[in-house]
């Protein structure tokens, strides 16, 4: 009999996982471990049937179908592994999004592709290709040494263009050491130099403390970004959630000296930005947040200001209010089953980037993909770090060969 229930206990939660992947919740308290759970089965279905597959055979070994509720869990087995033959179809229209995208935008795919292994085993393997240096201190701020972690190709080289990413964690945690793990690999493997960096966090951070600490990480890049191999005249900025946030506000605010504090003449211009999953709004102007995202987080937290007295300030820190013509080029990505990171507002930042931007705008969209779908190997992050790297490549060319033109003869 305790095999039996086992099963059914096995069977209704594979049967919630499904329901949950699809639908995630979006209240206040199943928010994040909703988004967390649906993240695990979207991404890896494949997986997680055949872990369901063996310790239901394992079950029945046990003689779980000798009692009818044995026959219900597998019932309900059955059904959510249909739900997540689903979710795999869904995820398999990732190469064709991606490749729309680059197509759209006349940018062929470049370098090595990700190994067909690694979307099996998920977990982000550097191997001995890439070289990571843990910790580089590149600012001392109020008591802190804020440090970052440079990914580069183990074969020594110069002059090889460089990308700056900002981890995410709602302005409020996270490290440099846990994030955008496949991107930076990926990026390192196929000859970039990636630096990712620190910041400080809220509620001891105020923005724009954040955005002023990605300022200085970039004019350390420059200052010192050819000592790791790097070409400091080529810096691409990217990052998830917050991290994307950030990112994008770094592109629209280039050489800003509001955001340089003793570092005002400092060069913080940027060649290309590639947001992930990214905030746009910090007014929840679209509805499409949690009903506290605000109070809770934006105004006691980060910004530290009630929006109805001081809407300049959440203004000043949306991305979709700081558009302007003379902005570098874009690659937006997206899921279009997040819940932190509504799709809404991507699409509505994406809009009036077209509208103004006088530079190239990419954006892709993930069927099916959560909040964090990079954070391990999958075939959506697969494709869409082959994606970033295909948009950087492209970038990385124009810019050289604008600069030869450039040149006198």
């Known amino acids: 009999m305790v095999a039996a229930i086992l099963l059914l206990l096995l069977g209704v939660w594979s049967a919630m996982a499904t329901i949950n992947a699809v639908r995630p919740f979006r209240q206040k308290v199943l928010l994040f471990p909703s988004m967390f759970w649906s993240w695990l089965v979207i991404g890896l279905p494949l997986q997680n049937v055949v872990i369901q597959v063996a310790m239901t055979g394992l079950l029945v070994l046990w003689g779980a179908l000798e009692h009818t509720v044995g026959w219900i869990g597998l019932a309900l087995l059955a059904i959510s592994w249909c739900g997540h033959a689903y979710l795999y179809g869904t995820s398999r229209k990732s190469k064709g999004v991606v490749d729309a995208a680059l197509a759209d935008a006349g940018i062929p795919r470049s370098g090595v592709p990700v190994a067909w292994w690694q979307t099996l085993v998920a977990v982000p393997i550097r191997g001995r290709a890439v070289e990571r240096i843990a910790s580089v201190p590149f600012r001392r701020i109020a008591g802190k040494t804020l440090g970052l972690d440079v990914y580069r190709p183990s074969m020594p080289g110069e002059h090889r263009p460089a990308l700056l990413y900002l981890h995410g964690g709602a302005w409020t945690v996270g490290s440099s050491r846990e994030q955008g793990l496949p991107l930076l690999q990926h990026m390192a493997r196929n000859g970039w130099v990636c630096f990712s960096a620190n910041y400080r966090l809220s509620p001891g951070a105020t923005f724009p403390d954040h955005l002023i600490d990605v300022k200085a990480a970039l004019a350390w890049i420059r200052e010192h970004g050819s000592e790791y191999g790097a070409d400091p005249s080529f810096v691409a900025v990217s990052g998830g959630s917050a991290g994307g946030h950030l990112a994008a506000l770094a592109g629209l605010t280039e050489n800003d000296p ?11 211009s940027i060649q290309s930005v590639v947001p992930i999953y990214g905030v746009y709004d910090t ?12 109070t809770m987080l934006m105004e006691p937290l980060v910004i530290k200001a009630f929006l109805d007295e001081e809407p300049e300030k959440f203004a000043e820190a949306s991305p979709i209010d700081r558009v302007h013509p003379e902005v570098p080029p874009f690659l937006v990505i997206q899921g279009d089953n997040d819940t ?14 077209r509208r103004q931007s006088t530079s190239p705008v990419v954006y892709i969209e993930f069927p099916g993909a959560q909040h964090i779908f990079d ?3 999958s075939y959506q992050s697969a494709h869409m770090v082959e994606g970033v790297l295909a948009f950087l490549n492209d970038a990385h060319s124009r810019f050289a060969e604008s600069n030869t033109t450039d040149q006198p003869g």
Request: hydrophobic letters at 40%.
């Open 340 to 353: 932190l990171a509504p799709v809404i507002e991507a699409r509505a930042f994406v809009t009036e980037l």
């Open 258 to 268: 509001r955001y340089q504090s003793g570092f005002e003449t400092a060069d913080t």
């Open 375 to 377: 954070l391990f190997y």
């Open 283 to 294: 007014t929840n102007r679209f509805g499409a947040q949690s009903a506290e995202y605000v």
